[in-house]
């Protein structure tokens, strides 16, 4: 989709009520309640953070967004694609302000570039214990990306028909604490295999989008 089209369907969006849990069930995992309840008392301290669904023309004005391979690292989120964003710092004035900075150090969007289209529904994240909102967000010109070494494997480039194509959903398996493996719903977006609370607000935005286009 040319970019133009896009932001002429995205002018839309602050009338489309969020799908909000209807959209994230799809792609839960099954044992995500499991760790919700083990993690009762310490979600009452939980982190905030933010992160972009930053959606961009590139050179030839088709619509894309961008998501980033995290570093392989001793962590829960080794080794695996999520939004670019962070975790809120004291200047940040809010979660908002937090997602554009880190979007800025972690692929290099300046940010005086990015607009805050919409927020989404907020997702919590048991084995970091972080509330994660996600905002959806544009850059009217083709970023020159710019990733962080020390946390950015690979920036990863999605076609705006790609991600939006049914036969991108998937399923993983991953082994439980218990050793016993299961299927995780997930999408495959250029090659990579998208699962948990990332996988849960993409949902979210593809389903607005949908509605929309």
């Given at each position: 989709?040319?970019?133009?089209?896009?932001?002429?369907?995205?002018?839309?969006?602050?009338?489309?009520?969020?799908?909000?849990?209807a959209?994230?069930?799809?792609?839960?995992?099954?044992?995500?309640?499991?760790?919700?309840?083990?993690?009762?008392?310490?979600?009452?301290?939980?982190?905030e953070?933010?992160?972009?669904?930053?959606?961009?023309?590139?050179l030839?004005?088709?619509?894309?967004?961008?998501?980033?391979?995290?570093?392989?690292?001793?962590?829960?989120?080794?080794?695996?694609?999520?939004?670019?964003?962070?975790?809120?710092?004291?200047?940040?004035?809010?979660?908002?302000?937090?997602?554009?900075?880190?979007?800025?150090?972690?692929?290099?969007?300046?940010?005086n570039?990015?607009?805050?289209?919409?927020?989404?529904?907020?997702?919590?994240?048991?084995?970091?214990?972080?509330?994660?909102?996600?905002?959806?967000?544009?850059?009217?010109?083709?970023?020159?990306?710019?990733?962080?070494?020390?946390?950015?494997?690979q920036?990863?480039?999605?076609?705006?028909?790609?991600?939006?194509?049914?036969?991108?959903?998937?399923?993983?398996?991953?082994?439980?604490?218990?050793?016993?493996?299961?299927?995780?719903?997930?999408?495959?977006?250029?090659?990579?295999?998208?699962?948990?609370?990332?996988?849960?607000?993409?949902s979210?935005?593809?389903?607005?989008?949908?509605?929309?286009?």
């Open positions: 989709m040319k970019f133009d089209e896009f932001l002429k369907s995205i002018s839309k969006i602050e009338n489309i009520p969020l799908p909000a849990e959209s994230q069930f799809k792609m839960v995992p099954p044992f995500r309640q499991e760790l919700i309840k083990r993690q009762k008392v310490a979600k009452k301290k939980a982190k953070a933010g992160v972009l669904a930053l959606f961009y023309p590139d030839e004005h088709q619509t894309k967004l961008v998501l980033i391979l995290r570093k392989t690292y001793k962590g829960v989120h080794s080794a695996q694609v999520g939004f670019p964003g962070g975790k809120l710092e004291p200047q940040d004035k809010s979660l908002k302000d937090a997602a554009v900075r880190e979007t800025f150090e972690e692929v290099g969007v300046p940010l570039t990015i607009e805050v289209i919409k927020q989404l529904t907020q997702v919590y994240i048991p084995p970091s214990n972080f509330n994660v909102q996600p905002f959806i967000a544009i850059t009217r010109k083709m970023p020159s990306f710019i990733k962080e070494e020390a946390e950015v494997e920036i990863i480039e999605v076609d705006l028909p790609h991600f939006l194509d049914d036969k991108v959903l998937t399923s993983k398996k991953l082994k439980t604490s218990y050793s016993v493996e299961v299927e995780v719903p997930a999408f495959k977006l250029n090659g990579h295999i998208v699962w948990g609370a990332t996988a849960m607000m993409l979210e935005i593809k389903d607005i989008l949908k509605q929309l286009m």
